[in-house]
């Protein structure tokens, strides 16, 4: 890390942010206590509390699904990561490791859950078979440990980093089909006060990816506009593809020239640097750095940004990864037990911790996959621009941000989308995602795509100027415009959901209605002689509005129903022998008697609770709930029919039972104080309109003839209304044609 820079964030957090017995369980004391902060000799950023943001990134792991034993493999791992570092190997350690020494190693086995001698032997020794196979041991000098141990901090750090991302990911993934966003979070250009293979490898990523979203993005839509015949500015952007060809060459570029110099015997870094010379020192992005009087040697790279110098001291080492392997080699040999912290890591890691042959050859997998990404998705750039270099909040200088707008190709951006048009898109797609718009595309398409298009355009009433098509795209102008069509899908999915919502409540309602005209048919037809002036009523369900009423809603919510499918007003009689009005509801659970001066629910009688049903034989409208272990219910209807049905089809839904209705012209039936009573139903030519009369034990309804008991036996039907949420919705009557 170069001096006035900090590591990783989440390091100066967690030791800033831990309780104070989480610190002791980490062996952490402060900042200062590690070497890999202090190096640096910046441990805090003026204006940013890291113990704060140690409690959002704590509430973050909660968010995503990190349970205490994740937060603990995260904490644990940065805490060993931090003492790693604090291991300083010397020539006096050679033959016997300090105890001071030991002492460091047992804490970061501890972090790790692992056996502190087989780490310790893991950091002092190398193991290899001899061309006889044999195994023997190589005591490491203390440059090759302090290198080892470095290497394996930045190892457990990769493979830390590579398990939390794939906890994430598991969180986030679903078994859904469909689009998907992939984020690539890219280190910047590092330049350091000695640059070596690593951040030459760094540095090229940037450049390919720089290259590979220029023509991903900028270039791409330039080209579109111009093969539209589109009026837009010509193209001058700082093109970095000569230093891209520079490093990627197949033979002679600078990576398969480090890659091949490790396969020769008399390799060494004065030879690199002599191969990259001779082979590039006429280049526009190549300079070389003669200098006899210094023992390092270096060369300079052009990038798209700056000149960076390299030092090739080293580069073939670090080029061979042997630390990287024996770095893998512990992991690998660490992981081996069930119990420890590591194997948690490397069980789900494994496959992204092999090691590629060279730092270039692994360099290259990843930047290839990255580079398939951009080609084959609709890639979106997020620039970070460094404001100043003193690191001061809200200063902004010219010098600092001017060179990075130039060389992100930033103002390339915007004077192509001042003047062009900010949404592209094909044919096809457009039509699939907006083709609800247009009653001629909706809800489908049988022309070409582009007449399609632009039957959507026109009945959406855009305006010319603000859209234009080639021969595959179609353009738009102004992100108002885009705006506005999505508004547009969006009350129009909510219009369709609604219409949707709409035809189903009416195929549900009417095929209750068949399964209640059909009860109503097979249980009156041929056993009771039918009212002339209600058997040929439609059949409305709820007639005093109660569905939109706010008691009708509280009712619901009340006693946990879920709709109201019949509502009405009825008479009862009561224990007094006195007729009542009252409201008489019924839900898909029970039946509701509803009365006062101040409505409130009086009875509700569950449908598991109904014995029976009695009517006469007559044209009347009396009958009687019968009502188990309680007293009945007597009620005079003109909607009989259609209320008994309704009781009969949900009490068969409820309870898988046929319902019992009697009919008979005496029925008995019980009282409150358990007496019984009767109601005597008997006929008259005398009086055209039922009456009922109270006596002390009986109660008499004396009512006209009615029609025949075969009335409606032919179920051939006129047209009826069925009144659903103010909707308007046609059925039949299940009683055949009035008579003339």
Known sequence: VNRNERLFHIFY????????????????????????????????????????????????????????????????????????????????????ISQPLIQKIDIIAKLLAVN?????????????????????????????????????????????????????????????????IEIIDLRSFEIQNSNGLDQLLVNYTNEKIHNATIQATLIREHSDYVAGRFSVPNLEV???????????????????????????????????????????????????????????????????????????????????????????????????????????????????????????????????KII???????????????????????????????????????SDYCRVRKNAYVFRETFLNFLKYFKLLSKATWPQWRGEPKEACLAIIQECAIPQAEYSLNLTLIFIKNYATIYRLEQMRAQRIVNLVIMIQRFWRKKVKINFYKKVSTTAADMFVGKKERNRETVFRTYEGDYIS????????????????????????????????????????????????????????????????????????????????????????????????????????LYKDRTAKELSV????????????QKEKKVIVKPTIDSPKQTIKSRKDSINVVVPQGLDKETGSSRKSPQVKIINNDKTENYSSPFGTPPK
Request: proline residues 2%; aromatic residues 10%; neutral net charge.
């Open 116 to 180: 502190p001698d087989i780490l310790l032997f893991l950091l002092t020794q190398k193991q290899f078979k001899s061309p006889q196979k044999i195994s023997q041991q190589l005591i490491l000098n203390a440059e090759q440990r302090n290198k080892l141990k470095d290497n394996l901090a930045q190892t457990l750090y990769f493979t830390l980093f590579s398990w939390v991302i794939n906890k994430i990911n598991s969180f986030l993934f679903t078994e859904q089909t469909g689009n998907t």
């Open 546 to 649: 109660m569905r939109n009423s706010p008691f009708g809603q509280q009712l619901l919510q009340k006693y946990g129903d879920k709709k109201i499918i019949f509502a009405d007003k009825v008479e009862k009689v009561n224990s007094h022998n006195k007729i009542q009005t009252r409201v008489l509801v019924i839900t898909e659970k029970s039946v509701y008697n509803i009365g006062g001066l101040f409505p409130s629910v009086k009875r509700q009688i569950f449908f598991e609770n109904i014995e029976s049903i009695s009517l006469s034989t007559k044209a009347d409208s009396i009958f009687v709930i019968h009502v188990t272990n309680d007293y009945d219910y007597v009620i005079t209807s003109d909607k009989k029919t259609e209320l008994i049905a309704t009781i009969a089809s």
């Open 372 to 410: 398939n990404a951009l080609d084959t998705n609709n890639t979106f750039c997020i620039y970070c621009i460094r404001p100043n270099d003193s690191k001061t909040t809200a200063l902004f200088e010219s010098s600092v941000c001017a060179p990075q707008i130039r060389n992100f190709a930033i």
């Open 13 to 96: 957090q967690m030791v800033t942010g831990l309780t104070v017995n989480e610190k002791e369980q980490y062996y952490i004391q402060s900042l200062e206590q590690f070497e890999y902060l202090i190096k640096s000799r910046t441990l805090s950023i003026p204006g940013i509390s890291d113990s704060v943001e140690f409690a959002r990134t704590k509430s973050a792991f909660q968010v995503i699904g990190f349970n205490a034993t994740d937060k603990h493999v995260i904490f644990s791992s940065l805490a060993a990561i931090l003492h790693l570092g604090n291991l300083k190997f010397d020539e006096s350690d050679d033959n016997q």
């Open 662 to 673: 009697n009919f008979a012209d005496t029925i008995t039936f019980k009282l409150k104080q």
């Open 238 to 368: 700082n093109n970095n593809f000569s230093c891209v060809e520079l490093f990627s060459m197949p033979t002679t570029g600078i990576l398969s020239i480090i890659d091949s110099e490790i396969s020769s015997p008399t390799a060494s870094d004065t030879s690199l640097l002599n191969r990259l010379n001779n082979q590039h020192k006429e280049h526009q992005n190549y300079a070389e750095c003669i200098d006899k009087n210094s023992q390092v040697k270096y060369f300079a790279i052009k990038h798209y940004s700056c000149e960076v110098l390299y030092k090739v001291d080293g580069m073939l080492e670090e080029n061979r990864q042997t630390m990287a392997f024996e770095s893998q080699y512990i992991l690998e040999t660490l992981a081996q037990s069930d119990t420890t912290l590591i194997s948690i890591l490397y069980t789900n890691c494994s496959h992204l911790l092999k090691v590629s042959p060279t730092a270039v050859s692994r360099t290259n997998v990843k930047l290839e």
